[in-house]
């Protein structure tokens, strides 16, 4: 069965349990680390982690007379550290069978989003990690054709399989390769197209260490769009601060593209009307999940971000 399916199966009978606001033990997953969410007597809420050691910490204060409206202040813990600004915005959402604790920096823009799990912060950062690696490629320079699927690796019409490595329990970007005439370590860098490969092994202190490359995996699949899933993998900056601001812009386009969108801007025109998968529409008609709503979202406040591009590597 395909393990995607299953995650989502379980995340959404967990949260349909949870709808009602948030509870004392529910985890809170910001797309790094999982918070512990303690309701104190005051109706306040403890968020908790620990990250690499390092202790995580902040508070939820209700808004009066604004359900599901809070305040992010800061933890009695001293040593702990508060990912958000003291004063942010927060709000809980529950739609579409998921709930999730939206921080916005200032009045609208999004800052990230924290998802009711009822998994460990290694699981879901491994799953949100293979849909963005999914799919059919072609190699450059080489000319195989590689498929990348939820738990299995085609090479050229032989079947492998592949781990996703992970640092701390954080996906460092590398994929073990086994079985296959390519077997290896491969580092995936993200790009517009598909992805730069670097092949290369770990250090005896853990660090992974090119040593060739980089080549290309180019998306082949005429009729799945390259961005596909920003349809139905929730976003956040985890995720986004890998890719270009140019190619946000198409990532987050092509949310809108996928429902037939008739663009206005002239090089959107020519970029998706050059995708065998594009199906212009009606715009009226157009209805986007919540999903979809949220990561259009979030990528609109990532490409906003001052020198957002300056450590990305595509």
Same mark, same amino acid.
């Given at each position: ?31 790094? $680390? ?53 004063? =942010? ?5 529950? =739609? ?45 320079? &080489?000319?195989?054709?590689?498929? $990348? ?20 329990? $954080?996906?460092?970007?590398?994929? +073990? ?20 490969? &670097? ?23 005429? &009729?799945?769009? @390259?961005?596909?899933?920003?349809? &139905?993998?929730?976003?956040? +900056?985890?995720?986004? %601060? ?6 946000? %812009? ?11 969108? @008739? ?11 050059? =995708? ?10 157009? +209805? ?10 979030? $990528? +609109? ?14």
């Amino acid at each position: 069965m395909n393990k995607l399916f299953v995650f989502g199966a379980a995340l959404l009978t967990a949260l349909s349990l949870q709808a009602q606001g948030i509870k004392s033990g529910t985890l809170w997953y910001d797309g790094s $680390i999982n918070y512990e969410a303690t309701v104190r007597q005051d109706g306040s809420v403890l968020m908790a982690a620990m990250a690499e050691g390092q202790e995580m910490e902040f508070v939820l204060v209700p808004k009066e007379g604004q359900p599901g409206a809070y305040t992010v202040a800061e933890g009695s813990n001293e040593g702990a550290v508060n990912p958000f600004g003291p004063g =942010q915005n927060v709000k809980y959402r529950h =739609q579409d069978g998921m709930t999730v604790l939206c921080v916005y920096d200032g009045p609208t823009t999004l800052d990230n989003i924290l998802v009711m799990t009822p998994d460990d912060s290694r699981f879901n950062n491994i799953w949100g990690w293979i849909p963005q690696i999914k799919g059919l490629y072609k190699t450059d320079p &080489y000319g195989y054709e590689i498929e $990348i699927k939820d738990d299995a690796l085609v090479v050229a019409g032989s079947r492998g399989r592949y781990e996703v490595m992970t640092f701390n329990d $954080i996906v460092i970007g590398v994929m +073990k390769v086994e079985g296959t005439t390519l077997d290896g370590y491969w580092q995936l860098v993200p790009t517009l197209e598909g992805f730069k490969v &670097y092949s290369g092994s770990f250090d005896e202190y853990g660090i992974f260490k090119t040593t060739d490359g980089p080549y290309s995996l180019v998306a082949s699949d005429r &009729y799945t769009p @390259r961005f596909n899933f920003a349809s &139905y993998l929730l976003l956040n +900056k985890f995720i986004l %601060r890998n890719y270009k601001k140019s190619t946000l %812009r198409i990532m987050r386009n092509s949310i809108l593209a996928r429902h037939g969108y @008739r663009f206005q801007s002239s090089d959107l025109q020519t970029y998706f009307g050059s =995708q065998d998968w594009y199906m212009p529409q009606n715009n009226d008609a157009i +209805k986007l999940s919540f999903v979809e709503q949220l990561n259009i979202e979030m $990528i +609109k406040a990532a490409e906003a971000e001052p020198g957002h591009d300056d450590y990305v590597n595509e």
